[in-house]
């Protein structure tokens, strides 16, 4: 699972992020913005959330946050944490993924996180929820070589950008937590600059 969150934050961070605001606030959900990374979207109350070098992390209690900082997470039932970013369509294009439609998109970017993490993900379970007009599609795993498992949830927010989160925990947590998930992705939008994000 840390090969898998490690590939999602190295993406990030070369990819970088960007901000706006999707829709009304959910009953039962805060609001968020970062100056630093660009991003806001609406999370669970009572969750916590991190930035750090350039990351930021969503956690549903404050000490997972600490042990993840510190790469000694000690996952319990009923944690999640979740790292979220952005990534251009034409990022997509180039790794030859169609962006079309939702469901193709995750299936490219799952693919392309199994083939990172040598082919030992198991036991997916997809499911596509829609928020508000928004569709997301998720991804729920196991990596046998880890206890916990992930969920890849990914917004195809508009034309020209796409947002993933992948969340972990153990996969009674995150069946339990993916509408939140979901909730959450879904409400993450950008107003930055695209021409900042185009390889130069």
Avoid: C
């Avoid at 699972?1 to 901000?19: E, H």
């Avoid at 193709?104 to 993490?117: K, P, Q, Y």
């Avoid at 939140?180 to 994000?197: I, K, P, W, Y």
């Amino acid at each position: 699972m840390k090969r898998i969150v490690l590939f999602v934050v190295v993406l990030t961070i070369s990819i970088g992020t960007v901000w706006a605001q999707f829709g009304s606030q959910p009953s039962g959900f805060s609001s968020y913005s970062s100056d630093n990374l660009d991003l806001s979207f609406y999370y669970p109350d009572g969750w916590v959330i991190a930035e750090q070098d350039g990351n930021l992390t969503i956690a549903n209690r404050e000490e997972l946050l600490t042990e993840i900082a510190t790469d000694v997470p000690d996952i319990r039932p009923g944690d999640t944490a979740m790292v979220i970013g952005i990534m251009p369509t034409f990022f997509m294009m180039m790794m030859g993924i169609p962006t079309d439609d939702i469901s193709t998109i995750l299936d490219g970017m799952f693919e392309t996180v199994v083939s990172d993490n040598d082919g030992v993900l198991e036991n997916t379970n997809r499911e596509t929820l829609e928020f508000g007009g928004r569709r997301v599609a998720t991804v729920t795993f196991d990596d046998s070589s880890q206890d916990a498992s992930g969920t890849f949830l990914v917004a195809h927010e508009q034309e020209d950008v796409i947002m993933f989160a992948v969340a972990y925990g153990f996969r009674a947590s995150l069946e339990a937590n993916r509408e939140q998930l979901g909730r959450l992705v879904a409400s993450a939008e950008f107003t930055g600059d695209l021409e900042n994000m185009m390889p130069q």
